[in-house]
């Protein structure tokens, strides 16, 4: 199997973005990358596109080619990649396949999502509801708050857990977003102000949830043979992973328990030869605050029923035993559902390049990341070292 | 890079199916191309599933872990591939790369599409205008029909071309589909009858169009060195190409050039070490006469401007010198969006293992597709041999 480098990164500001269209999102993250990479026009064999909602939110369905053609980019070959809110972590893996299977040389990742302009009230949500089981969830209403709601407090009865741990990873992740300039929110909260916000799905309160945003991401992906002309420091991706666990919630054995990751991220570290101990940096997926808590239990940091009490004891933290989220993560970076999963590597490539400014992790060597589909049904984790 | 195998294909009736929805669509294809590769469910490392619509026509966006649910392959990682019409030839693309890049040895590839429920005057025409570019044709009013008028006007003008000749396509396709069991349509219609049918975009008559159906249509692709394990006649990939041209139809040097195909046979006949004269059966896109025609030409069959006379002297008839569209093509076989481009490779399946019935083309050893994706800005062709 051939290695495949992280060569170049582009990201947009997160946030509501009301000049730019989600095509804009997805040019400007390209070109940021292709800039950074020190690749020409003429270099690109193919390009994968991720994003979620395009049909429905901004009426398009051939965003693939539109990509390669505004950006100059024709013949290569164009993909639009899905798979919810997981899309970035599918549609790098599929480039990074057409990589490996030394069908491509040079190819062009991105993600975005256009999201802020939909003023109809519930339309989002009930568009993202779609991903749940059409007939046992969605018909009778359920939403992902509602899940991640009910997951919150069968967590917290189980393992005896207060609110305030859960909560604490909010907290943690404005901190971090401070420090990102690309975040949608650079502002600090109080662990008093988020426990004391509204409710939205009880016990999940307004901070316990990320945003709706505006943004894209992009990454330029090359055989690790060439990496070097385009690049002094690229990034290797040496473990890939995905899972499906069941599509109906309630199926499940343990609530508790993210199958899919505990399967897909023991795919990344076997094919990268790690494990858990080996990793400097996690970028996981904190749509809700109770996710990056099981998140970091499933990707083998810490037993299970302990993760929100790691987080709240600041073991999390940047400087901690395993800092997850310096980017501030889905709650403060902002979750353009499509542009995630790519934003996710690329604060990876930033950390282990030792360019992520203020919330740099010193001496960071390999990340991974937890790229959350579905209601945990479709998962992807990607792990990332240094060359 | 590994050499994959076809060893099982599926093939729900495509037509009205008012009793079955998009994933039972997806299930009912998928469950016949698992039986007819004497795999078993533990084998399947991925499934990639292709849809054009689902999102706006069936309010679904996790249909790839639904089917790998339902159909009982967890954990097998789960992707939805999307491409407009093309969408199909995507998903095959990409499952080969999985294989070929020796990270997956058993695949499932699925495309579906469920249409006719829409009862909405307009809706699915407007709905696949999504493909056309957003502010130069879309917001215009540009639909899939009046590119293809015009297409069809500046052929016959460039190459002084009768209409006849064009609509000869749309005979030769009814009649090979009335051995098709699984077609749209499984009846004759005589020239005169087509030439005389209703105008939708002048010079383009109703019988010059595909309909609109409901359908599936599924296939295994394993590594090649395990293939025979499976099955005593697999049918190899050897050849896969794609490419983007304009998004913008204006745009082009010559409407009547498909330039992304020229690019993408090429590319799949060279990956394949073949010509156009080694095929012995196509399956070509004929959502409109004219696409078939053009086509012809563009795949290397015969010169510019006389694909259609080609075709009206039978040249492209089971029998002919190179059988186009045996299935009876999108015009006869149907064309639900994303099933197109796996059926089409289904159909060659099934002519080079010999089980094509009465529409057989005799010692057929190689066939070659052509998936035609937004108004010709992306396709993709794929190049299949007897092993």
Chains 1, 2 share one sequence.
Not at 79 to 98: E, L, Q, R, T
Not at 269 to 290: L, Q
Not at 303 to 311: L, R, S, V
């Amino acid at each position: 199997m051939n290695k495949v480098a992280i060569i170049g990164v582009g990201h947009t500001k997160f946030g509501k973005l009301e000049d730019k269209n989600l095509l804009d999102l997805l040019c400007d993250a390209s070109l940021q990358a292709i800039e950074n990479s020190n690749t020409n026009d003429k270099d690109f064999d193919a390009v994968y596109v991720s994003c979620m909602l395009a049909e429905t939110l901004n009426h398009m369905t051939a965003i693939a080619s539109a990509v390669v053609d505004r950006i100059g980019l024709i013949p290569a070959a164009a993909d639009h990649v899905k798979n919810g809110p997981a899309s970035g972590g599918s549609a790098i893996k599929n480039a990074f396949y057409s990589i490996t299977s030394g069908a491509c040389d040079m190819v062009l990742v991105v993600g975005a999502e256009k999201m802020t302009h939909i003023t109809t009230p519930g339309l989002i949500t009930s568009a993202v509801a779609t991903l749940t089981h059409h007939n046992a969830e969605r018909v009778h209403g359920v939403s992902l708050p509602s899940l991640a709601g009910m997951l919150t407090r069968t967590y917290m009865e189980k393992y005896n857990v207060p609110k305030e741990w859960i909560t604490s990873i909010a907290v943690k992740n404005h901190k971090n977003g401070m420090n990102n300039p690309y975040a949608h929110f650079q502002k600090e909260i109080t662990l008093e102000k988020a426990l004391a916000s509204p409710i939205i799905a009880d016990p999940l309160r307004l901070y316990d949830i990320c945003p709706i945003s505006d943004g894209g991401a992009a990454m330029v992906l090359c055989s690790a043979e060439i990496a070097k002309k385009f690049c002094d420091t690229p990034i290797l991706i040496t473990g890939v992973g995905q899972a499906t666990d069941t599509h109906i919630v309630y199926e499940r054995e343990d609530l508790t328990v993210l199958k899919a990751l505990q399967i897909c991220s023991k795919q990344a570290y076997s094919m990268a030869k790690k494990t858990p101990e080996d990793i400097d940096v996690c970028e996981a997926h904190d749509a809700f605050t109770i996710l990056e808590a099981i998140q970091s239990e499933d990707l083998g940091f810490f037993k299970k029923g302990e993760g929100a009490k790691a987080a709240y004891e600041g073991l999390t933290e940047i400087g901690g035993v395993i800092p997850i989220n310096p980017s501030g993560g889905l709650k403060a970076r902002g979750h353009p559902l499509g542009a995630t999963g790519v934003a996710q590597v690329v604060e990876l490539v930033w950390q282990l390049r030792g360019e992520a400014g203020k919330r740099q992790i010193e001496g960071a060597e390999t990340g991974i990341t937890c790229n959350f589909g579905g209601f945990g049904n479709n998962i992807l984790s990607i792990l990332v070292e240094r060359m």
